[in-house]
Structure formats: C-alpha cells, structure tokens
C-alpha cells in the first residue's frame, strides 16, 4: 500500500513498484486516517508512507498501525531527513527509512527486505540515527530531573524533592540540554515530551 499525500508521487510509485513481477499494488491512500481505514480489506504485506500528511503523520500513524496490526511492515518514504524525524519514526516502529531521492532499485530493495522482516536504512542515515540515539541516551536521574522541572519545578524545588544539590540539578539540567540540543530548559523538556522520553501526568 501506497500513502502519500501528493497525487503525482502516488501515480509514480504505483507504476515504479506494479513493474516488478513479484509485487502487487493492492492500495493507495492520500491521508495517514484513509490508510488506516483500507487496509482492513487490502490487507497490505509492506505500506510505503510519507510522514507530513495532513490530519494525521505519519509517525502517528505507524504507532496506530502497529497497534492494530503488530506484524505490518512499514517502509517510510518521505523528503524529512532530520534526525528528529528518523527518531521518531524508527522509535515509532517503522522497519525502513528513506528519501523520496533515492533510486529506485535502492525502494525495490527496500521494500523486499522489509517484507523479509530485515531493516533498511541507508548507510548515511543510519550513522545520524546512531548518533542522534546517543544524544538522547538520559540516565533515570537525567529522567528524573527533567520530568520535575516539566511539572514546574525549579532547579532548588528539584534538589530539595530528589534530596542533591542545586549545583547538580544544574549539571543534569545543562546534560539534559547537550543531549536534547536544546538552547533551554523549556525546550529540553518539550522535546523530552514529543520523542516519548518523559511523559507528564495530568
């Protein structure tokens, strides 16, 4: 299954992909919600998304998918190259990451491996996914630190709760930046939120 926003690249893919004897094209979707709702009757083996569609991303989407249907293959396709987004998407369950200027036997093998259950990412954005996977490693204090000052703690508040000083609620504060590039404390912790990392109960 095909699900891109943008027709001319759905018509394009579909006729790259139905040149190969041994694949079939059983759906296209122009929204991550109609591929949702499709693929209960196509029942696709591999689904080939973009990720910046309108109503719903993609990377929510593959969690959606992965919820209803855990053994989907899912193959991402999109013009995003930032780390945040190779993240997200692989954190979110996606098995291949690639660029809408790859070439297209580099999508057929793709999309073969996926299918066999074997992961394809490309050798440059396979470095950025280990290397921006390790900014992101926080400890549990780190975890710990950056969820209090979520709920509006200030570094003394911290110290006082987590019984250390407020020199080291700086120096996990200032680490909590470093691996989050984030220029502040408030950005820390809203990209903390957006990758999963800390959660904030209501």
Known sequence: MIVDDHPVV???LRAMLSSEPDFAVV?????????LCLHEHKEPDVVLMDLRMPEMEGTEAIIEFRR???NIRILVLTNYGSDEYIVRATQAGAMGYLLKNTPQEEIVKAVRMVYRRERYVPKDIAQRLFEAIGREELSPREL???TLVAQGCSNKDVAQRLFISDKTVRNHVTSCM???Q????TEAVTRAIERGLIRILE
């Open 178 to 180: 470093l691996k989050l």
């Open 27 to 35: 759906g296209m979707a122009a929204s991550a919600r109609e591929a």
């Open 68 to 70: 209803i249907r855990p």
């Open 10 to 12: 759905r018509q394009g």
């Open 182 to 185: 984030a220029k502040d404390r």
């Open 144 to 146: 710990e630190v950056l």
